[in-house]
C-alpha cells in the first residue's frame, strides 16, 4: 500500500485539487460537498437494510462534483488564448532556474551570427534578430545549451549596458501541442510576462521559435 492510500479520503481529494491549482475559496465550496456527502453516506450505512446504490450515491456525487470543479478549473486556466493548464508558470520555472544557476558559457560571441554555428551542431535555431530583444541596451556575452520543456535550446546570456545586470533570453522550438498557444508577437500580440522564483520572465513566439527573457 503507498502512502496515499492511507490518506484520508478528505485529505487526498485536497492534494489532488491543490495539484490541480484550485484556489481556496473553490477548494473551501468542495470540501463542504464532500463533508455533506460524507455525512449522508455514513447516516445511509447505519441502515442495513437500505440498498448498496443508497449508500455510494453520496460518494458518486461527490465524484461528480470533483469532475465538474476540476473541469472549471482546467478551462479556467486554459483561457480564451488556448494556453495549456501551467504552460507559463512550467516555462517561467525552467527559465528561471536556468538563468539563476548561470552555468558557464559554452560558446563567447559578442554578436548571434557569432554563436549561431556552434547552437546548429545541436540542431538549434537561433533566429537572426528579435523584434523585442532588439535595441535593447544588452551586450551580448555569448550562450550555452540547456532545454525548455524538453526541447533543446539555446540559452544567450547578455549583460544589460545600463545596469550592469545579466539577463538571459531562452530559445526553443515552438510545439503547440505541448503548451497551447503562446503569444506572437510577429501577429502584433504582446509577450507575457510571469514571474517565478522572484525572477521576471517574459515569454513570446517568433518566426516559430518560443523565446523567453529576464530583463
Request: charged residues 25%; proline residues 7%.
Amino acid at each position: 500500500m503507498n502512502q496515499d492510500d492511507q490518506k484520508p479520503l478528505k485529505q487526498a481529494v485536497r492534494d489532488h485539487v491543490e495539484a490541480a491549482s484550485l484556489d481556496e475559496e473553490q477548494l473551501a465550496a468542495f470540501e463542504r460537498m464532500l463533508s455533506e456527502s460524507s455525512t449522508n453516506a455514513v447516516a445511509s450505512s447505519d441502515t442495513s437494510g437500505d440498498p448498496p446504490a443508497r449508500r455510494v450515491l453520496p460518494f458518486a456525487l461527490a465524484a461528480a462534483a470533483l469532475a465538474i470543479v476540476l473541469g472549471g478549473v482546467i478551462w479556467g486556466s486554459r483561457g480564451a488564448d488556448g494556453v495549456k493548464p501551467g504552460a507559463y508558470d512550467a516555462i517561467a520555472r525552467e527559465v528561471a532556474r536556468n538563468h539563476l544557476k548561470l552555468k558557464p558559457l559554452e560558446v563567447q560571441a559578442d554578436r548571434l551570427s557569432d554563436a549561431r554555428p556552434f547552437f546548429a551542431t545541436l540542431s538549434i535555431r537561433v533566429p537572426d534578430a528579435s523584434v523585442v530583444v532588439d535595441g535593447q541596451p544588452w551586450k551580448l556575452q555569448g550562450g550555452r545549451h540547456c532545454s525548455i520543456q524538453g526541447e533543446d535550446a539555446a540559452q544567450m546570456r547578455y549583460t544589460d549596458a545600463a545596469s550592469g545586470e545579466v539577463v538571459s533570453v531562452y530559445m526553443a522550438p515552438y510545439v503547440p501541442e505541448s503548451v497551447g498557444s503562446i503569444p506572437d508577437v510577429g501577429k502584433g500580440e504582446s509577450p507575457v510576462k510571469v514571474q517565478a522564483d522572484g525572477v521576471d520572465v517574459w515569454i513570446w513566439v517568433e518566426r516559430g521559435v518560443l523565446l523567453a527573457a529576464t530583463p
